[in-house]
């Protein structure tokens, strides 16, 4: 019990060589994950059916644990249609909330257009997080809702 605590390791030195080649393995998987994602086939009933589970889910618990578990249910178990649901879903509540496709959101609700551009539009991963290139999304909304009513 009076053992002295063992000396922490010391750091082996990485050379800038080293560390370009970790940074770029790193950055290679993340892009053939971000493509994995981008390649599973999410349509518009998906996005509709989980925005409603997890719409159902007592906002206390609501977090990502919980919304994954939600989708791991409605989807089955499939792994990567969950995640690019959630990430899908994640990224089109980042857009929503910048305000710039306001007149296409209320309270607890989107259009379908906002939706169907969370569908279409390729997803992104920087910082840790899933998003949408911002004016690409946008400018979907846009066309498309003027598409729509013009119908």
């Known amino acids: 019990m009076n053992r002295k605590p063992e000396g922490q390791a010391s750091a082996v030195p990485v050379n800038a060589e080293v560390a370009r080649l970790i ?57 990567y249609k969950i995640i690019a649901v959630n990430a899908r879903l994640e990224a089109m509540s980042r857009i929503v909330g910048c305000g710039q496709i306001s007149c296409w959101v209320r309270p607890k609700m989107a259009a379908e257009v906002v939706f169907l551009a969370a569908v279409k539009e390729p997803m992104l ?26 119908a």
Request: glycine content about 6%; some cysteine.
């Open 23 to 79: 940074s770029n393995v790193v950055d290679q998987a993340i892009a053939r994950f971000v493509a994995r994602v981008n390649a599973v086939g999410i349509t518009l009933e998906d996005l509709f059916l989980a925005s409603a589970a997890i719409q159902e889910l007592p906002l206390e618990i609501c977090d990502r644990e919980a919304r994954i578990r939600c989708l791991a249910r409605l989807f089955d178990g499939q792994s």
């Open 125 to 150: 991963f920087a910082n840790g997080g899933w998003s949408f290139e911002s004016d690409s999304f946008v400018l979907f909304v846009l066309e498309q809702g003027a598409l729509d009513s013009r």
